[in-house]
Structure formats: C-alpha cells, structure tokens
C-alpha cells in the first residue's frame, strides 16, 4: 500500500476506458484519492467531459470504440497543451508509440493496470501540477508586491538580464527607454564587479546615479543568482541640498559667493589657466563713517550686481573679506584679464549712489597654471600684491602682477 499525495486530493481526474470492468474498478479507486473523478468509455465521452469540466489530468486507454485514446488526447491537446495525460496500454500498441509521444504524454502504464504502480505516477504528476500552481502564485504575489512598492525595483538575473521591474520604475524611466535599462545594466554590473559580491555574503551597495533629468540612489542587492535594484528617486531631495549648499557658499548682503566657494571648486581649478581680478573699494571706510554703514552696504550691493551683470557664466564673482572681491576667470591670457579689470572698473565708476555719488576701486590682476593648491594660493598672493601697487600708485586704476 503506498502513501497518496494529498495534492491529489485537490486534483480532478478523467478516466477514460471501454473496458467496463475495467473502469468500474479504477474509477472508484481513483474516487477515494482525487477531488472528482469523471469516467467515460471512450474517446468522444471523454473528450465532451474534458470539454465541460476542469481536468487536471487524464488517463486514458488508447483502442477504443468511436475514438480512440489518441485521438481524442489530440483534441484536448488543442484545448489546452499543458494538461497532464496517461495513457493505459496493452500489449500491441507499440504502434501509437510515436503519435503518443509527439502528443507530449507524461506517463504510460502497462495494462493489466498494477494499482500502486499508477497512483504513484499520479502522484508526481499531482506534486507537480501543485508545486507548478504554487509557484505560479508566488510569481504573481511577487509582481504585485513589487508594483506596490514606492521605491523603484529591476529585477536582473545574474547575466544582468531583467526580468522584472515595478510601476514606480516605468514611471520613472519610459517603458521602451532602453538606453536608460542598458545604462543602469552596465553601472549595476560595474559596481558588482568592482566589489566582486557574491551570493554568499548578501551585503547591499549604495550607488547614485542620474538619468532622464533625475538623481537616483541604487541599492543593489545579490540574492541567490538574482541580482535586486532598488532605485530611489533623490531628485527632490538633491535639489534641496544643492540650495542649500550653494546658499551657503554665497554671501548674503551680497549675493556673491563667500571664500567657501574655492574650497569647493579647487579640484575642477587642477591643471588649469587661471586670472585673478581682485578689487578693493576706495576709501570704504570713509564712506562708511561719513554716511553710516547702510550706505556702505548700498555701496557694496550696487557694486556686486553690477560687476555679476558685466562678467560671463562661467566667470566667479567672490566676496573675499569686507570690501574685498575676487573675479576668477579661466583660460585668459593676462592682458585679456587686465581688459576685463580695466570695463570692471570704468562701470563701477558710472554706479551713483544717492548721497554717496561716486566711488572707486583698485584692481590687481595675476595669472598662472593651477597645478597645486599651492599654485592658486600663489596667484592670489600676486594679484594681492598687485592690488596693493594700485593703491600706492594712486587708486582707481589696474596693476598687473608680471611674471
Ligand atoms: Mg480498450
């Protein structure tokens, strides 16, 4: 006596079979063990019933009256191409051997049917067809939970193949957006190869990246030969660090940037041709003492914005200490930057401030190759140095630092 699956239980079953004995037997065996057991004494009853009712497996005789057993599988197989079928068969059938097995049949049992013989065949069938269906909800469960996520999900398998992604990540990247998919391929890949994780140890890695105007922060996973993306949109959250950050390398009262700024843009300086244009106000504190320190202030707004309208993009305007500016500008020859100084210094003189009048500055221009920070710290030390010569040499006027 062999132990029956209780997945069978929860299977339906078709007998097909012209032997009435034959069939009376094995239908009630097969009653106790299935969920429902449909019987027909050949290939046309069977194949109606197969038509009427949810069959999960067939077992069938293949000679019978009206149509036999291949026949009819070949009707069911039209209907449905993955049911599971049994074929009973007797001695001298070999010669529906080929037919039956471009059908695709999972088992044939020899007649006289042995009863442990066919109920363990029915048993792995029935673990399988389970096992299957199980599978096919835990697929369809992952889907959705995936789809429910906020967080942006891909997953690839291990040739970086995807195989899934959620909602979040087609809103996110376009559906057809291949570029996009290749381009977070390769970075997922690149980063997995450059940390070698493998399976074993699970660890998640952190990388940001940006595509289609956003910023994203990809956490990647590797579980068994799969590989889990998260993909969380930062955008909003980068654009407010990036305020942030700039407001505070500006200068309030100003709107120029602070000293702050070189620290930030030092490394992008490396290797390159830099001028410096550094301006003082002369006599500020005069100013400031004979028309009060509002004034002053007026005084250093107006010039700010009128220098930031008179330089180009990429030119950095920086408040370096209380009536003290820097112009940093690349890529100019020095007698381009003292030009530069020179229109700088002909529209502050055109600014009138009410009360005030008319005010100056000095400039003193230098210029060098920014190969250490020494080197930018060298140039400045030149262009102060310059500064000082204008202002010994009667204010209001450029002097340039020569090598
Ligand atoms: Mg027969």
């Avoid at 009973?88 to 049949?105: H, M, N, R």
């Avoid at 389970?130 to 690839?156: A, H, N, P, R, S």
């Avoid at 490394?267 to 244009?277: W, Y």
């Avoid at 529209?347 to 009138?352: A, C, G, K, W």
Wanted: aromatic fraction near 8%.
């Amino acid at each position: 006596m062999i132990m029956v699956s209780k997945n069978l239980k929860k299977l339906n079953l078709l007998y097909v079979e012209d032997d009435e004995t034959v069939n009376m037997i094995f239908s009630s065996i097969f009653k106790k063990y299935a969920k429902n057991i449909y019987s027909a004494f050949n290939g046309e009853e069977g194949l109606e019933l197969f038509k009427n009712n949810h069959i999960d497996i067939v077992i069938s005789d293949i000679q019978m009256p009206k149509m036999n057993g291949i026949e009819m599988a070949k009707e069911i197989r039209k209907i449905n191409d993955t049911t599971s079928i049994i074929f009973t068969t007797a001695f001298g059938d070999s010669e529906y051997l080929k037919e039956a097995i471009e059908i695709g049949v999972d088992a044939y049992i020899l007649k006289p049917i042995d009863k442990d013989k066919i109920l363990k065949k029915l048993n792995k069938i029935a673990d399988n067809l389970v096992l299957k269906e199980e599978l096919e909800k835990y697929t369809k469960l992952m889907k959705i939970v995936f789809d429910y996520q906020t967080d942006g999900l891909i997953l690839l398998d291990k040739e970086y193949n995807i195989i899934l992604y959620n909602k979040t990540i087609k809103n996110l990247i376009k559906k057809d957006d291949k570029t996009v998919f290749d381009f977070i391929k390769s970075e997922v890949s690149k980063e997995l190869k450059e940390k070698s994780i493998n399976a074993e140890n699970e660890r998640v890695e952190s990388i940001s990246v940006s595509f289609n105007n956003r910023f994203c922060e990809l956490k990647i996973r590797k579980i068994y030969d799969f590989i889990l993306v998260n993909c969380i949109d930062i955008t909003h959250f980068k654009e407010k660090i990036d305020e942030i950050e700039d407001k505070s390398l500006k200068d309030e009262l100003t709107g120029a940037y602070n000293r702050k700024k070189i620290d930030k843009i030092i490394d992008d300086l490396k290797d390159k041709n830099i001028c410096l244009i550094m301006l003082d106000i002369d006599n500020f504190k005069k100013i400031n003492d004979t028309y009060g320190h509002l004034k002053g202030d007026e005084v250093l707004k107006s010039l700010s914005t009128n220098i930031q309208n008179n330089l180009r993009e990429n030119d950095i305007f920086m408040r370096w200490g209380g009536e003290e500016f820097i112009v940093l500008i690349q890529d100019l020859e020095i007698k381009k930057a003292k030009e530069v100084a020179e229109k700088l210094r002909e529209v502050i003189n055109s600014i009138e401030i009410e009360e005030v009048g008319h005010f100056s500055c000095s400039f003193g221009v230098a210029c060098g190759l920014v190969e250490s920070e020494f080197d930018f710290d060298k140039i400045l030390k030149q262009s102060d140095d310059a500064l000082y010569l204008a202002k010994n040499n009667g204010k209001n006027r450029v002097e340039t630092h020569w090598k």
